[in-house]
């Protein structure tokens, strides 16, 4: 399953508001994706409408820059356009940009 982390606390760990990967346990939320093992409150996540373009660490290219390959390294949601958008790594250094499906195409 695939939802969005809307725990405050989760600031301190970079996951507030980022898209995680989970699995429920026990009536609780086990992370596997982007950091494992990590145990949510089910009542913190809201599951997402529809799953990612992408996935963590999955190589992508711009659209508009194909020549360059980087990595998904941090997945968002775009609350007024109701969408992930992506954070890149490309040769170690994190991109600026926020990419959209649409700016990204997989290398894989």
């Given at each position: 399953?695939?939802?969005i982390?809307?725990?405050?606390?989760a600031w301190e760990d970079g996951l507030f508001q980022a898209v995680v990967q989970y699995k429920i346990d026990n009536s609780k939320a086990l992370?596997?994706?982007p950091?494992?093992?990590y145990e949510l409150d089910i009542k913190r996540?809201?599951?997402l409408p529809a799953l990612p373009r992408f996935v963590y660490g999955e190589q992508v290219s711009p659209c508009?820059?194909?020549d360059m390959t980087g990595v998904i390294i941090g997945i968002r949601w775009h609350f007024k356009r109701n969408c992930c958008f992506y954070t890149i790594s490309?040769?170690?250094k994190t991109k600026s940009k926020r990419y959209f499906d649409?700016?990204?195409i997989s290398t894989t």
């Open positions: 399953m695939w939802g982390r809307l725990d405050g606390k992370v596997m994706s950091k494992a093992n996540i809201r599951e508009n820059h194909p490309i040769n170690g649409d700016d990204l």
